[in-house]
């Protein structure tokens, strides 16, 4: 990871087709904006996790899984955290990241009781 400090209106280049402009940063928040082609890809974190979390699940289609899950996403218990449980269920979803160099991402979904 390469780690490089910025100052408001400095910019940051990643290959030909993507420029990273510092607008403003101040009280440990930084604003950015990303130039890039149009057929670049660009998320959030959370946004691109329930992504991965959707296309994961597609892939495997148990209707009472999907439903467990999009009631956890719905709820916001996935939204930040890498694990929710559906109390309603029991069903525990877990983002496992393989290694902290990797974006392979996989995804459990555990049944077990839950107790309040």
């Known amino acids: 990871m390469l780690v490089i400090t910025r100052k408001n209106g400095q910019k940051i280049m990643i290959n030909d087709n993507i420029e990273i402009t510092i607008v403003e940063a101040k009280n440990g928040v ?23 979390l959707a296309n994961l699940i597609g892939k495997n289609t148990n209707v009472s899984a999907v439903d467990s899950v999009s009631n956890l996403i719905k709820s916001g218990t996935v ?38």
């Open 30 to 52: 930084c604003k950015v904006a990303i130039k890039a082609d149009k057929d670049v890809k660009i998320y959030r974190e959370e946004i691109y996790l329930q992504i991965k």
């Open 79 to 116: 939204l930040n955290d890498k694990a929710g449980v559906s109390s309603s269920t029991g069903e525990e979803v877990v983002v496992d990241e393989e290694n902290s160099k990797s974006t392979k991402s996989s995804i459990r979904i555990n049944k077990k009781n839950v107790e309040s």
